[in-house]
């Protein structure tokens, strides 16, 4: 994910930061759990295909209204990159892990996304410091430890569909940074939205992926969630923090994110978590935790 380096932090945090806090941290640890329940009437590539599609039509919309400009033809090609790395193979994938696998041991094994971006600023000399690199080396045996327990090693596929969301969602986050960069603003999300909504679209058709009709009231209600909160609320909640508070702050999702929807996982949805299987998330957000303390800037 992008940051940003504060030049003249606040002392104390806004409202307006408190809000946007809030939502990155409940709403996006919520929406895994919400993905699980659309997936009742949604296949996987197409529920989060017009999930985003919806969500960068009004995005898009609501920016043109306010006088925003369209992506010049580069950009888009660049939204079209980063889309399909990060919604194609991000997205679409974690839907299809949670088929097999509960929606907390999924984002728990998302946690290890700020370890794998780190990794891949490797390629471009940017050099992790010594806490940063206890970081990832701890974040990584959580993650192996995690690959041992119950939930993963009963589904192969979900443990390969996992795997791959979280390569292609790093994959995107750093080449957005470095070689595609997207429109400024919350237009160049709407771009990368309905960018990757169509190449979800078109892997869902390649599949034959068939919705169940008619779709089920609460996977509907899951479905208008994941759209309005995660997609509009939540990534525009995340831009304000990019701009307005400190990075390590802004990037605190990563760790809170996994304990929210384990929580959610067990006291809604009924999922169970092994003993070993919270160490091994513990063991993950402590990696976390220690690569965000020790990310230079």
Partial sequence: MNTVTISSPQTGLSPRVLACLAATWLVWGSTYLAIKYALISFPPF???????????????????WRGAVWPAPRQWLNALVIGALMLG???????????????GLVVAFIAVIPLMTAALNLFWKVMPT???????????AGVLMLMQGQGFSASPIGLLSISIACV?????????????????????FASEMLAGGVVLIMISLLRGEAMQWPPQ???????????????????NAYMVLLAE???????SYSFVNPVIAMLLGVAIAGEHISSFEWAAAGVVLIGVILLLKGRRG
């Fill in 89 to 103: 193979g991000g997205m679409g994938f974690t839907a299809t892990a949670e088929q097999t696998v509960g929606s």
């Fill in 130 to 140: 010594r806490l940063e690199l206890v970081g990832m080396s701890v974040g990584l």
């Fill in 217 to 235: 009231p609460q996977a509907i209600g899951a479905w208008v969630y994941l759209v309005i909160f995660g997609s509009l609320i939540g990534f």
């Fill in 245 to 251: 508070a400190p990075s390590g702050l802004a990037t």
């Fill in 46 to 64: 197409f529920q989060m295909g017009t999930r985003f599609l919806a969500a960068g039509l009004v995005l898009a919309a609501w920016m043109r």
């Fill in 168 to 188: 292609t969602w790093s994959l995107g986050s750093v080449l957005s940074q470095r070689v595609f960069p997207l429109a400024p603003g919350a237009m160049g």
